[in-house]
C-alpha cells in the first residue's frame, strides 16, 4: 500500500462526527481558560521574585487572615439567612416556594456593586436606630461583675463599616445556600423524613443529611466574596483582592509591611515600576488565597457530591406532612423584603434628581448598549461552547473553565491584559470587545459547560446508546435526539453567562474596556462619592437590565427542565 | 457514500471553528472601526468625570469630534491610569493624557511617553505651570485644603497644616492615604520643600495624633461634612462636591499667613505615537484655553487660574516638579509607613 492510499483510510478512521461537534467547545475552553491559565502557571514559575514572595510573611499572614475572615463571616451569615428559604424550597410546594425559585436567582443576578451602594445610602441616611448605636455605650457581661464596655464605632474602616461590608456581601449571596441546600432537601428521601418525623427527630436528621451541602454553601460563599473588592475599597478596607488590584494599577499596596511591591518601588525615583513587574506582583498577592480557593473549591465539590448523589433517588409522591411550616415561608419573605427592597429602596430614596429616562439614555445610552453587545457575544459564545459540550464531551472542560472562574476576575484580566497588550494583537484584540468576551467566557463559561455536563449522566446516556444503536454518529445523535430535548437548558446556560457578564466587576474594572466602553468602570469612579446621583440612577438602570435576561434564564430552564423530565420519560 | 459523509463531517468540524473564531472576530469591528474613526479622540483622564464630562460635551459640540474618555478609579487614581499609558507605550490607545496634577506628567514625560507640543492656546500660561520643551502643559489651578467639619466643629480657629497635629484635635483628624494622586504629590512636595527630616517628623506628629488614612480625598470630604473627623486634608474640589452633597462642612486654604499651600494644575499633554494627532492638538488647544479654565472655576472644580490675575489670589508653595518627581516614591514610602506608624 502506497502512502497516497493510506493518508485517506487513516483520515477515514478519525470519527470527524466527533472532531465536529467538540471542536467549539475546546476552542472556547482553550483560548478562555487555558490560555490565562497557562500565563498564570507561567508567571508562578518562571519568576524567581514571585516564588519567593510565596512565603507566608507576617504581613501576608494578616491579609489572608483578615480577608477568610470577612469573607467567611459574609459566608455565615448568608448561610444563615439561606436556611429557611432553604426550608421552603425543598419542602414547600405551594406558590411562595414557586416564586422563590424564580426570585432567589433573580436578586443573585443583581450587580453587587449596585447592592453595597444601596447598603451604603442606608448607612449614611442618619437613621435613628443607627444614630443610638453609635451613640450608645454597650456593656458586655463578662466573669461576675466585670464588664467590657462596647461602643459600635461607625468611622470608615471601623467595625460598623467593615459589618456593612459583611452585610453587604452576605444579602448579596444569601440565594446560593438557599439554592444548594434547598435543593438537596428537595432530593432527599421523603421516607426519611417521614420516619424521622415519626420519631421526632426530623429536624436533627435534616440537618445531618444536610451537613454536606451546609459546608459547600460556606466555601462557595467565601469563594465568590473574596473575589469582590468594589464593596470593601471604597472607604479603604484591605483585603486581598484589593490589594491584587492596588498592586497591579499602582505598584504599591495600600497597607501596611509591604514585603511586595516596597522593592518595586524603592530607589527608582523618576521611574515607574513595569507592567510586568506589577503582573508578577499581584500574583505574588493573590497566591495565597488561591491556595486556600483550591481547598474550599475541593470542600465545595465534596458537599456538592452530597447533592447530586440523590440525582436518580425517586423521591415518590410528597406528603403534605412535610410541608415547609409556616415561620420558614414568612422568614422567608421578611428576609426577601429586607435583602432585596431595603437597597433597592435605600437608592431610591437617595436620589435627589426626579429620574428623566431621555437624561439616562443620554448620559449612560452609549456604555449601557456597549455592555450589552459584550453580553450578547459572550453569551453566544458560551451558547455555542454549551450546545457543543452536549455534542461530544471532552474531559477536563469543566475542570479548566472551572479554574479559570476561581482564579477570579482581576486575575484572569491580569493574565489577559499580559497576554494580548501587544503592537500585533492590539488592533483585532486589545483595543476591542475581543479581550473583554474572553475575560467574561473565560470566567463564568463554566456555567455553560455544566449544563452541557447536565446532558451526559445516566438517563442521558442510555438514550444516547439507543440513538448510537440505529447507527446515529456524535453529530446526529446531538442534531436529533440531544439538542432538541436539552435546548432550553444549553441555552439558559449561555444566557446566563451573558447576565452575568453585564454586572461583572472585577476583570471590568481592571480590562478597562474601550470599544465599546461598559458602564462598571465608571460607576467605580462614582461609588466612592458618599452619595451620587448617576451612581445611583445608573445603579438602578443596571438592576433593570440585567432582570431581563435573569428571567429568560430562568424561564429557559424551567422549560428544559419540563422538556427533558418528558423526554427521558419516554424515550423515542 | 462513506466518503462523502467524511467530507460532510470535516466539514461540519471546520464551520464550527470558524463559528467560534467568527464570533469573536465579529466582536472586533465594533471596536475596530471606531478604533481607525477619523472623527474621534481617545483621552486618559485623571480630572475628576463630574467636570470632565462636561467640558467633553462642549468639546464635541463644538467641533464634531468624537471624544472617548478612560477615567481613573479614586482609589488608584491618577497613578493607575498613567501605569496603563505607560504600558501601551508600543502601541498606544490614547491621544491626549489629561492629568489632575502635574507630577505624573513629569514622570511620563521623562519614560518618553509623551511628545512635545507646544499648544498656541498657552502662551499667556505662566511658565511654572507648564513644560518649557512643552511636553505637558498646566491649566486650571487646584489647591490641597483642609475641610472643616460644621457638625463637630473644631474648637479652635484653623488656619494651617500644623492643626492637623494638634492634641485638641486627636483621632479626629483624616486625611487619604498617599498611595497615589494629589496627596501622594503634597507629600513629595513637602518633602522637597520642607525637606525629608522635617516632613517625616511631621508625618510621625500626625500618626501620634491618630490620624485616619482613608481609601480616598473624596471620602475625606464626606467623612468630614458628616461629622465623623473635625478637621480633613483633602483637595477643594472635594469639599465642593461634598457640601454639594448635603456634607456640612468648610474649607480653609491652609498657611495664606506663612508658605501657602500645594497648588496642582491639571496637566494636558499629548501622547507619543497617537492615532488621532490632529484632533488631539485640537484637543488640547481647547483644554488648556481660557474659556475651560473659567469653566472649571466656575465649576468650582479649580479655584485659581494658571495665567495669574484671574480668579482668587492664592498663596501657593513654588514647586519644582522635576525634584519633588525625583523623590516622590520615596516620599509615598515613607510617608505612609510613616503616617501608619511603622
Known amino acids: ?572 | 457514500m462513506p466518503r462523502l459523509r467524511m467530507r460532510r463531517q470535516m466539514f461540519g468540524a471546520a464551520a464550527c471553528v470558524v463559528l467560534v473564531l467568527g464570533v469573536l472576530l465579529a466582536s472586533g469591528p465594533y471596536g475596530c472601526n471606531r478604533g481607525i474613526a477619523a472623527d474621534e479622540v481617545v483621552v486618559y483622564c485623571a480630572v475628576d468625570e463630574p467636570y470632565a464630562s462636561q467640558i467633553f460635551a462642549e468639546f464635541e459640540k463644538q467641533t464634531g469630534i468624537r471624544t472617548t474618555v478612560q477615567y481613573d478609579i479614586e482609589s488608584s487614581k491618577s497613578v493607575g491610569l498613567a501605569g496603563k499609558l505607560e504600558a501601551e507605550s508600543e502601541h498606544p490607545r490614547a491621544d491626549v493624557w489629561w492629568g489632575s496634577e502635574a507630577f505624573l506628567s513629569v514622570r511620563l514625560g521623562s519614560e518618553g511617553a509623551l511628545s512635545p507640543y507646544k499648544s498656541p492656546a498657552a502662551a499667556d500660561i505662566l511658565a511654572q505651570f507648564k513644560d518649557a520643551d512643552g511636553l505637558w502643559t498646566g491649566t486650571a489651578l487646584r489647591a490641597r485644603v483642609l475641610a472643616v467639619s460644621m457638625k463637630s466643629p473644631p474648637p479652635f480657629p484653623i488656619t494651617g497644616m500644623g492643626d492637623l497635629a494638634d492634641p485638641r484635635l486627636k483621632n479626629k483628624v483624616a486625611m487619604s492615604r498617599p498611595t497615589a494622586g494629589a496627596t501622594g504629590a503634597h507629600l513629595a512636595t513637602l518633602y522637597t520643600v520642607w525637606g525629608p527630616e522635617k516632613a517625616a517628623a511631621f508625618c510621625r506628629d500626625l500618626h501620634g495624633n491618630g490620624i485616619a488614612l482613608l481609601g480616598g480625598n473624596a471620602e475625606v470630604a464626606d467623612q468630614v461634612g458628616a461629622g465623623t473627623y473635625s478637621l480633613g486634608l483633602t483637595d477643594n474640589d472635594d469639599v465642593t462636591n461634598a457640601s454639594a452633597n448635603g456634607g456640612r462642612l468648610s474649607m480653609v486654604v491652609p498657611d495664606q499667613d506663612g508658605p501657602g499651600t500645594l497648588a496642582m494644575p491639571t496637566s494636558v499633554a499629548l501622547v507619543k505615537g497617537s492615532k488621532h494627532e490632529q484632533n488631539a492638538k485640537k484637543l488640547i488647544d481647547f483644554l488648556v484655553g481660557k474659556q475651560v479654565e473659567r469653566k472649571l472655576i466656575d465649576l468650582k472644580f479649580a479655584r485659581w487660574s494658571v495665567r495669574g490675575g484671574e480668579g482668587e489670589a492664592i498663596k501657593a508653595i513654588e514647586v519644582d516638579y522635576h525634584a519633588a518627581a525625583k523623590i516622590y516614591a520615596r516620599a509615598q514610602r515613607e510617608g505612609e509607613a510613616l503616617l501608619e506608624g511603622r
Open chain 1, 1 to 572: 500500500m502506497t502512502p497516497m492510499q493510506e493518508r485517506p483510510s487513516r483520515l477515514r478512521r478519525i470519527d470527524w462526527s466527533s472532531v465536529a461537534a467538540a471542536a467549539p467547545a475546546v476552542a472556547v475552553m482553550c483560548v478562555c481558560s487555558a490560555l490565562p491559565l497557562a500565563w498564570m502557571a507561567g508567571a508562578l514559575l518562571l519568576h524567581p521574585e514571585v516564588r519567593r514572595e510565596l512565603a507566608l510573611n507576617s504581613f501576608r499572614a494578616t491579609l489572608l487572615g483578615r480577608t477568610l475572615g470577612y469573607n467567611g463571616a459574609a459566608a455565615v451569615l448568608a448561610t444563615m439567612m439561606g436556611l429557611p428559604a432553604a426550608v421552603v424550597l425543598g419542602r414547600g410546594r405551594g406558590p411562595v416556594a414557586r416564586a422563590l425559585w424564580v426570585l432567589l436567582p433573580a436578586a443573585l443576578l443583581l450587580p453587587s456593586l449596585a447592592y453595597g451602594y444601596g447598603w451604603k445610602q442606608l448607612a449614611r441616611m442618619g437613621l435613628p436606630a443607627l444614630q443610638w448605636l453609635g451613640e450608645t455605650q454597650f456593656h458586655l457581661p463578662l466573669l461576675g461583675a466585670f464588664h467590657l464596655p462596647i461602643q459600635i464605632d461607625f468611622r470608615p474602616n471601623g467595625p460598623a463599616d467593615v459589618f456593612r461590608c459583611i452585610w453587604s456581601l452576605a444579602a448579596w449571596l444569601w440565594a446560593v445556600p438557599a439554592g444548594l441546600i434547598g435543593l438537596s432537601l428537595r432530593r432527599m428521601d421523603t421516607g426519611v423524613q417521614q420516619q424521622a418525623l415519626l420519631d421526632g427527630a426530623l429536624w436533627r436528621v435534616t440537618l445531618r443529611q444536610l451537613a454536606g451541602p451546609i459546608i459547600a454553601s460556606l466555601a462557595v460563599v467565601t469563594v465568590l466574596a473574596s473575589q469582590e473588592f468594589a464593596v470593601y475599597e471604597p472607604t479603604g478596607i484591605s483585603v486581598v483582592a484589593t490589594e491584587v488590584r492596588m498592586v497591579f494599577d499602582t505598584g504599591s499596596i495600600s497597607s501596611a509591611d509591604n514585603s511586595i511591591a516596597g522593592p518595586m518601588v524603592s530607589g527608582q525615583g523618576l521611574q515607574s515600576s513595569g507592567q510586568a513587574a506589577r503582573a508578577a506582583a499581584a500574583v505574588a498577592t493573590a497566591a495565597p488565597m488561591l491556595l486556600v480557593t483550591i481547598a474550599l473549591a475541593v470542600l465545595a465539590a465534596w458537599g456538592a457530591r452530597q447533592v447530586s448523589a440523590a440525582e436518580s433517588l425517586e423521591v415518590g409522591r410528597w406528603p403534605r406532612i412535610l410541608d415547609a411550616p409556616r415561620w420558614a415561608s414568612i422568614t422567608t419573605l421578611l428576609l426577601l423584603i429586607l435583602n432585596v427592597a431595603v437597597p433597592v429602596a435605600s437608592l431610591m430614596a437617595s436620589l435627589r434628581v426626579a429620574p428623566d429616562p431621555i437624561k439616562m439614555a443620554q448620559e449612560f445610552g452609549p456604555q449601557i448598549s456597549g455592555a450589552i453587545f459584550v453580553a450578547v457575544i459572550a453569551a453566544l459564545v458560551a451558547t455555542l461552547a454549551a450546545f457543543s459540550s452536549a455534542g461530544r464531551w471532552t474531559r477536563g472542560l469543566l475542570t479548566l473553565t472551572g479554574a479559570s472562574f476561581l482564579i477570579g476576575g482581576q486575575l484572569l484580566a491580569i493574565a489577559l491584559i499580559r497576554l494580548f497588550n501587544r503592537p500585533g494583537l492590539s488592533f483585532w484584540a486589545y483595543d476591542t470587545a475581543v479581550l473583554t468576551i474572553i475575560a467574561y467566557v473565560g470566567r463564568f463559561g463554566w456555567i455553560a459547560f455544566s449544563t452541557g455536563r447536565g446532558t451526559w449522566s445516566q438517563p442521558w446516556r442510555e438514550l444516547r446508546e439507543m440513538a448510537a444503536v440505529d447507527g446515529a454518529g456524535t453529530l446526529r445523535v446531538a442534531v436529533s435526539v440531544v439538542w432538541p430535548l436539552a435546548w432550553p437548558t444549553l441555552l439558559a446556560g449561555g444566557v446566563l453567562v451573558g447576565a452575568l457578564s453585564l454586572t461583572e466587576v472585577p476583570a471590568t474594572v481592571l480590562l478597562m474596556p474601550q470599544n465599546p466602553q461598559v458602564l462598571t468602570p465608571t460607576m467605580m469612579t462614582w461609588v466612592h462619592a458618599q452619595r451620587s446621583d448617576p451612581m445611583i440612577e445608573a445603579s438602578l438602570v443596571m438592576m433593570a437590565v440585567v432582570l431581563v435576561p435573569a428571567l429568560a434564564a430562568i424561564a429557559l430552564t424551567a422549560i428544559g427542565l419540563r422538556l427533558t423530565r418528558r423526554g427521558l420519560q419516554r424515550p423515542g
